[in-house]
């Protein structure tokens, strides 16, 4: 490992003051990059830990939560207000790598994490454009069953690992972001970008920026919602497929609906295009059905993992399902 300086954040105006030194990386609870620096992914000439920064999850007058960005993954999942109104969110993260890790694991580096291919992680033996801009992607034509069926490019095939950040795309969460110069909120569902020409560029967030905390509004009906993950075994694995869905349904039609995916692209995919076609009509399999293939109609699969349109669709229709059985 590459030797670094480290240094512990104050408060916020000191971990951005410090997160300004060229080669600086803000450090949550290291799960993900600890790991990057073993393997000489990540080398940041200095770390700021910013696991003493807010980590309140305030409920607001107006029904809405402000959860900070150095919150651990385990008090989010097991906050009163986070099980009762945003079940989405509790089980998203619940479905998320181990106890041990959760308990470790921050907001802000949860949103943060990069992807798990497999070429990623293999700097001497893999080429990777988004390791190393313009050296090419071994995925695109190597073993590539977790990669992107959706908005991947020629440049770069990878998934966002990540399921909590499925359900925050799904309830129409914001990041609020921190700098020396101001601060400023940012959608979610804007803030990972696609690979197209530049895999290297994963987020909107500037160089120093700090995340400091994740508003999720007030969404009445997410009381009736739910997260689905599809995987390889039942714990410990990442998503092939993951499914994240709040669903109003009053008199038999659909009022209103939330609907994200995991694991079929870049970034946690809100599926806006299904959830136009599912507003103001009947609730049934045939619609949740059809709205599933108009959200996967431009999916294109890679060698190996043509089973994710279909393992998608049907994960769409049975959370919809379901959901929409319940009583809220
Ligand atoms: C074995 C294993 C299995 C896993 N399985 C899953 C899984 O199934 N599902 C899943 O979703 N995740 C899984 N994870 C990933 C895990 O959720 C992440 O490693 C974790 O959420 C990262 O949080 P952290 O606080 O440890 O981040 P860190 O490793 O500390 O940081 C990650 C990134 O975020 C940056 N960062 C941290 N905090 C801030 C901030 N406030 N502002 C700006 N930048 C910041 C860091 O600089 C770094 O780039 C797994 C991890 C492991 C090791
Ligand atoms: S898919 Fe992306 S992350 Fe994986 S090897 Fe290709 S460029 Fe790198």
């Not at 949103?111 to 798990?116: A, V």
């Not at 909590?164 to 914001?174: K, S």
């Not at 969404?219 to 599809?230: E, G, I, N, Q, T």
């Not at 431009?298 to 399902?321: H, M, Q, S, T, Y």
């Amino acid at each position: 490992m590459t030797p670094f300086a480290f240094a512990r954040a104050a408060d916020t105006a000191d971990a951005v003051r410090r997160g300004r030194v060229p080669g600086a990386k803000y450090l949550g609870g290291g799960t993900n990059l600890v790991d990057l620096m073993r393997v000489a992914v990540e080398h940041p000439a200095m770390l700021v830990d910013v696991t003493g920064l807010p980590d309140t999850i305030e409920e607001r007058p107006d029904g809405s939560l402000l959860i900070g960005a150095a919150a651990t993954n385990t008090a989010v999942a097991g906050h009163r207000a986070v099980r009762t109104r945003l079940p989405v969110l509790a089980r998203a993260i619940a479905a998320g790598a181990s106890a041990q890790i959760r308990n470790m694991a921050t907001v802000g580096g949860n949103i943060l994490q990069r992807t798990r291919c497999a070429y990623f992680y293999d700097h001497e033996g893999a080429r990777c454009n988004k390791r190393t801009p313009g050296q090419g992607c071994d995925a695109i034509d190597g073993f590539n069953r977790m990669h992107a069926i959706l908005g991947a490019s020629a440049h770069c095939v990878a998934t966002h690992p990540s399921d909590m950040c499925v359900a925050l795309a799904a309830l129409d969460a914001v990041v609020h972001l921190q700098d020396t110069g101001g601060s400023r909120t940012v959608p979610l569902a804007d803030f990972h970008l696609l690979p197209e020409d530049h895999p290297e560029r994963e987020t909107v967030l500037r160089p120093g920026e700090l995340i400091t905390a994740v508003e999720i509004p007030a969404l009445p009906f997410a009381m009736r919602s739910d997260y689905r993950k599809v995987r390889d075994r039942a714990s410990y694995a990442f998503a092939l497929v993951s499914v994240a869905a709040a669903l109003d349904v009053q008199d038999g039609i659909v009022r209103d609906v939330r609907l994200a995916l995991g694991g079929v692209a870049h970034k946690p995919w809100r599926a806006f295009t299904a959830e136009r076609l599912l507003k103001g009509r009947p609730a049934s399999e045939v619609l949740f059905t059809a709205a599933a293939a108009a959200e996967l109609a431009d999916a294109r699969p890679l060698r190996d993992n043509a089973f994710k349109a279909e393992l998608a669709r049907r994960a769409i229709v049975a959370v919809l399902g379901s959901l929409a059985g319940k009583r809220s």
